[in-house]
């Protein structure tokens, strides 16, 4: 295992560390916890707050600044955060007007923000809750129930951040929260493993002309191995499987987002993006949000995955061009 590390039992507090020193204008580390706060939260304004496990940097901490999250609460490598940790970051974003949490779906993540929302409405903070299950590649997968919740979070959270900026209330912003997660679905594909720190070792192994369709974020099997091929070939997969799930008819208007795994170039990202937008003016959609780059990855996991957004309202789409002040978007 090559890693520009120290102790691998200490990369949690170190990365927290450094971010923190790097982006000291924009945000701050509550002490002795992984919750990465805004140094500037607007007074009466919903908080919105998300995490999870580390290891998908730049989720969830670079997405934390005026325009998009309050407050991130990192755990361990790919282990959520605690409850009381996640109450911590729920009562510093809290400004007056409530808290919705932005929960990806995994076991894990969904018991301890629940557990976390139960602990901040004892003390009269309004909670709402969002999970995001954007995966198309399984259902009931390792550490989930249901479909797992991937890049299409950071979505989300741009489109609710802009809502949240722009004054409206918690329970404008829960709705508008049910209306796009069933409009978001993702699929990836993988051509090597992540390698945990701690463990030392990629979690599954590829040969080297293998692939994978729909592994998650944490390494979780997907749905079919096969031959390395042409990103055209990559390309009419995902976005085949991704039509099937839509649905979609010419003139539709939608969202795209190429997302690195984290050892993908960009150079690849964007034929990859280059392919996509070949299939998808073939089939006469209305492509009006793009956006490529490293936004959720699973450490050093080659690979990408691609998610679309169906904007079925023009506000949806205001909030996703919407400024915002944040090291990663």
Known sequence: MKKIINQPENVLDEMLNGLVYAYSNLLTRLDDSGV???KEMKAGKVGLVSGGGSGHEPAHAGFVGQGMLDAAVCGPVFTSPTPDQ????????DQGAGVLLIIKNYSGDVM???MAKDL??????EVETI???DDIAVEDSTFTAGKRGVAGTVLVHKILGAAADKGASLSEIKALADAIVPNIKTLGVALSGATVPEVG???FELA??????????HGEPGYSRQKVAPSKELAKEIVGKLKGQFNWQAGDQ??????GLGATPLMEQFVFMNDVKELLEADGLNVTFKKVGDYMTAIDMAGLSLSMIHIEEDSWLENLDHNVTTIAW
């Open 112 to 114: 301890n923000f629940e």
């Open 36 to 38: 990465i706060l805004n």
């Open 254 to 259: 939608y969202g795209v987002l190429v997302n």
């Open 131 to 133: 999970i995001v299950d």
């Open 201 to 203: 070792h990629p979690g």
């Open 208 to 217: 080297e002309d293998e692939l994978e369709f729909g592994v998650g974020i």
């Open 120 to 125: 901040a409405e004892m003390e009269d903070i």
């Open 86 to 93: 996640i109450f911590e970051g729920i009562q510093k974003a």
